[in-house]
């Protein structure tokens, strides 16, 4: 049973369009993230919400629009997708607040913007 | 300057070989440190983490971190091919991090047989 579920796992499209990604996590955890992977493998954290509240939004364009339901789903809207967009989108959850969260990663969303 | 610099590497031993893996940081109110690996195509999973200086070991795996010139390393003996990996030292802020970590750039480490 999947700790962190994303879904789609890769996402072709074009520049422009609007497209979501989803996730799930079943740890019972109050906090969750998105982060960015870029082609370097730099991995930079986006959004981060804790039972549904935003904690953390990192100077992310405001084309990328996060959504709680729950405290066990995080999903991610993109509007109009610019090339640059183009990355691995990794969803995660951690324990709340504090030093030192460890953080569990789901399998990550493959974007490509053509 | 990036808060975290870690060597991208790539890095190619043979099996049975230590490994050390090694990265910098800038803010001395770093007190947390991680290390993360990531398998291809897959997510960062928690490999270690440490606080303050000193070393911590869990069987083949050590960090070790050197406060006084902001260095922390990750030692593995007995390298194994299932230990190849991309490995992401990681470190929050000071006080209240929610899961603010910074990565450093990853290192591509290849265990041949």
């Known amino acids: 049973d999947t700790a962190v579920s994303q879904t789609p796992k890769y996402l072709v499209t074009q520049m422009g369009n609007d497209k979501s990604i989803k996730c799930e996590q079943n740890?019972?955890?109050?906090?969750m993230y998105w982060y960015k992977q870029d082609s370097k493998k730099f991995l930079k954290i986006m959004f981060s919400y804790n039972n549904k509240e935003l904690i953390i939004n990192e100077t992310v364009p405001n084309r990328f629009s996060p959504k709680s339901p729950d405290k066990a789903h995080l999903n991610l809207h993109i509007n109009s997708l610019e090339l640059g967009d183009s990355a691995v989108y990794f969803c995660?959850?951690?324990?709340?607040?504090?030093?030192?969260?460890?953080?569990?990663f789901g399998s990550g969303t493959q974007l490509s913007v053509l | 300057q990036k808060e975290v610099e870690q060597d991208p590497g790539p890095l190619s031993v043979p099996e049975g070989a230590i490994v050390s893996l090694n990265c910098t940081y800038s803010?001395?109110?770093?007190?947390?440190f991680m290390w993360y690996r990531q398998y291809s195509r897959k997510g960062p999973e928690l490999l270690m983490y440490?606080?303050?200086?000193g070393n911590k070991e869990d069987g083949r795996f050590t960090a070790q971190v050197d406060k006084s010139s902001k260095y922390i390393s990750l030692f593995i003996r007995d390298s194994q091919p299932s230990d190849s990996a991309t490995y992401l030292c990681?470190?929050?802020?000071?006080?209240?991090?929610?899961?603010?970590?910074?990565f450093g750039q990853g290192t591509i480490l290849t265990v041949h047989p």
């Open positions: 990681a470190t929050p802020p000071a006080g209240t991090s929610y899961g603010k970590l910074t």
């Open positions: 740890l019972g955890h109050d906090t």
């Open positions: 803010n001395s109110a770093f007190q947390y």
């Open positions: 995660a959850t951690g324990t709340t607040g504090g030093w030192g969260e460890k953080l569990f």
């Open positions: 440490t606080y303050s200086s």
